[in-house]
């Protein structure tokens, strides 16, 4: 279904940086810096790099150290990857299963450092830019939070998000945030999970810290249940910050960022995988959230009072993406029903969708300046699928690995998700499948490494064409040799 947007002036709150920036025909928003775990509070996971020392960027693979051993519930085997420039060079940040954070050469793939944690990293890194320096902050399941210095992988501080005891079980900590307690930014939020397996003190407890971003001290906790979280994100409105999160027994919360109270809770029908989405329109501050019951809604952001609703066909393990241009604003989200929907983020109502081959479990990544306008989006088909950002008409779709295990229930595991980035005015599409291989691949249609694939129609137009002279030589074949069979039996008259 297709359907023009509706155009209105919008103003939108950008994650982490926290500047207001008002919307007009032809502005596309962009990404100013990777401080949130899709990069922005809209969840758009593409950014612009300014990285003149890079080379030209080219496809590239790269397998970490190879050592992926067995699935368990909620293992991905690498994060989603971020992006920033670092000394004039485009620097790609990703968490593995094998213990590892690894900074890569976006342009190349070339390895440039790595640091190993205490267990893997599921969740991804994000940066923080102070004057000249720039922060890497990664969680990792060691129930450990490190800032690192971007440039040369030292680490700066490090702070435990729960204190050591032999009965402590595993934890899982989602993706940091960066934002502030004030009206800068001077603290990273990280929601974890963590349990304790000891017969006498047997718990699960979840919840939020905030730590300073100079030393790592806490500035507040806020204990949230016993449920996995996914990561906050951060938005600023008037000089106040607010997180908002998800949870796996269905809750969305808005917490204030100052202190960590609790503003409001919304509880959905099913769990909420993935971090929502935030913008401003012209009628307020709007969530939007998705869930494993395959809603999307709309929340007032200040009350958590729903405003609209749109029903997929199957469940939502991704975040819903924003993007805002030419006046409108569109909400994309992926599904289990095999469709990427794109609707219109003040009301929910459908303007086109996309189908894939296979459910689409990922976030998408939406470039919308630079080339040709795209939503990238990960599905079960171990397809990366290419889509116009204008009307869904597929662009074209790149294999990109099966997974290592036959598992069922595989969305108990939130898999990586596509990224991408626009080096020497070229963007790349960051891919970490359940393979075990980190990809990079060229967008532009000049570039792409990956064939455009092409339906099962070619399939069975081909099929005659080789069928035919297979089946005229049997023909033939048989017709001689019963020819020669009747001169053989032929009688001899005297």
């Known amino acids: ?48 790099l300014d990285a003149p020392t890079s080379q030209p960027p080219r496809a590239w693979s790269f397998d970490g150290s190879g050592r992926v051993w067995g699935y368990e519930p909620g293992m991905t085997v690498w994060s989603s990857p971020a992006l920033a420039s670092v000394e004039g060079r485009a ?78 079980g595993g934890a899982r900590l989602a993706a940091p945030c960066v934002g502030g307690t004030g009206e800068s930014d001077n603290a990273v939020f990280v929601a974890y999970w963590v349990w304790d397996r000891s017969l006498a003190n047997s718990l699960q407890k979840s919840g939020v810290l905030a730590l300073a971003l100079a030393d790592g001290k806490p500035l507040w906790r806020q204990e949230l249940g016993d449920n996995d979280l996914t990561a906050p994100i951060f938005v600023r409105t008037a000089g106040h ?33 993935s971090p929502p989405a935030f913008f401003v329109s012209s009628s307020g501050p709007l969530v939007v959230t998705g869930s494993k019951y395959g809603t999307v809604r709309g929340l007032d952001a200040a009350t958590g009072v729903e405003r609209w609703s749109y029903k997929t066909g199957d469940r939502i393990t991704g975040s819903p993406a924003i993007l805002t241009e030419r006046g409108s604003a569109r909400v994309f989200v992926a599904s289990y029903d095999r469709f990427l929907h794109a609707l219109d983020a003040t009301d929910g109502s459908p303007i086109w969708h996309f189908a894939a081959r296979g459910g689409l479990y990922s976030s998408p990544a ?57 080096i020497h005015g070229h963007w790349l599409g960051f891919v970490g499948s359940y393979d075990g291989t980190l990809r990079a691949l060229p967008l532009g249609e000049a570039d792409r490494a990956a064939p455009v ?42």
């Open 1 to 48: 279904m297709n359907r023009a947007g509706r155009r209105q002036p919008l103003v939108v709150v950008l994650g982490g940086a926290a500047l207001g920036v008002l919307l007009v025909p032809g502005h596309a928003h962009a990404c100013a810096l990777w401080s949130q775990s899709r990069c922005d509070a809209q969840n758009t996971a593409a950014i612009d």
């Open 91 to 168: 620097l790609l940040a990703v968490g593995n299963y094998d213990h590892t954070l690894y900074a890569l050469d976006a342009a190349t793939g070339e390895r440039l450092w790595m640091f190993t944690t205490g267990g893997p990293v599921y969740a991804a890194p994000v940066f923080f830019r102070e004057g000249d320096r720039t922060l890497l902050l990664a969680a990792s399941t060691d129930r450990l939070v490190y800032a690192i210095d971007a440039a040369n992988g030292r680490q700066v501080w490090v702070h435990s998000v729960e204190d050591y005891r032999p009965t402590l």
């Open 241 to 273: 910050g607010q997180l908002f999160l998800g949870s796996a027994n269905g809750n969305v919360y808005a917490l204030d960022a100052a202190t960590g109270a609790v503003q409001w809770k919304k509880t959905e029908l099913d769990a909420v995988r």
């Open 366 to 422: 939406l470039i919308a300046s630079g080339g040709e306008a795209m939503a990238l989006v990960l599905g079960w088909d171990h397809m990366l699928h290419a889509a116009a950002l204008d009307g869904g008409a597929p662009l074209f779709s790149a294999f990109t690995g099966r997974p290592l295990w036959n598992v069922a229930g595989m969305d108990d595991s939130n898999w990586s998700s596509p990224v991408a980035g626009r």
């Open 453 to 494: 694939l092409r339906s099962n129609r070619w399939f069975w137009l081909s099929f005659p064409l080789v069928l035919i002279p297979f089946l005229a030589l049997a023909v033939g074949l048989t017709s001689r040799e019963r020819r020669r069979q009747r001169v053989r039996i032929t009688p001899v008259r005297p």
